[in-house]
């Protein structure tokens, strides 16, 4: 059943991120690469990277949000709805995009993979929190919180009527 929902989440993962450049709004281009980055951090928690799967999936919605906002706000067009291109130089971008695509697929199958050596970890997320941040974790655990409550603080804060509502 993993090996299924893994294949399904990789088909979607592609069909989404090519309708980033099919579609005909930004809009609709933004919730397509969102859904490819739901796809991808989906796949990442089926092989047990949950950490990374986590994370993977709360920035991209924060990001995607951000962006949809933004693109409302300050875009010519009402919510990025109307018709438009996404592709600029069209025959560069598909050369580019297939010469890139060639390289990275040849380097799959003609690169001497390394063997494993050793075990895998039993917590991997641990050992990639200390490999990453060292001794400093628990600070950059605190930090990201800190972080997190001052994005929530300066929502609050910017909404219409203020911190205070309508008490005024």
């Known amino acids: 059943?993993?090996?299924?929902?893994?294949w399904a989440l990789a088909v979607a993962a592609v069909?989404?991120?090519?309708?980033?450049?099919v579609v005909d709004s930004m809009a609709?281009?933004?919730?397509?690469?969102?859904?490819?980055?739901?796809?991808?951090g989906l796949e990442l928690l089926l092989i047990d990277l949950q950490y990374l799967?986590?994370?993977v999936v709360l920035m991209m919605i924060m990001e995607m949000l951000v962006m949809a906002v933004f693109m409302i706000m300050y875009m010519m067009n009402p919510a990025g709805l109307m018709p438009m291109t996404m592709v600029h130089n069209r025959r560069g971008?598909?050369?580019?995009a297939g010469g890139t695509f060639a390289v990275l697929a040849a380097g799959i199958f003609l690169v001497p993979?390394?063997?494993?050596r050793g075990v895998p970890p039993p917590d991997p997320t641990r050992a990639l929190g200390e490999a990453i941040m060292g001794p400093k974790m628990l600070v950059m655990m605190v930090i990201g919180a800190a972080i997190l409550a001052t994005m929530i603080a300066s929502v609050v804060l910017a909404t219409h009527r203020g911190r205070y509502g309508s008490a005024r």
């Open 93 to 96: 971008a598909l050369a580019i």
């Open 113 to 116: 993979w390394p063997e494993r």
């Open 1 to 6: 059943m993993e090996v299924v929902a893994f």
């Open 15 to 21: 069909a989404s991120g090519v309708a980033v450049f």
């Open 28 to 40: 609709r281009a933004t919730f397509a690469l969102l859904v490819s980055f739901l796809c991808v």
């Open 53 to 55: 799967g986590v994370l």
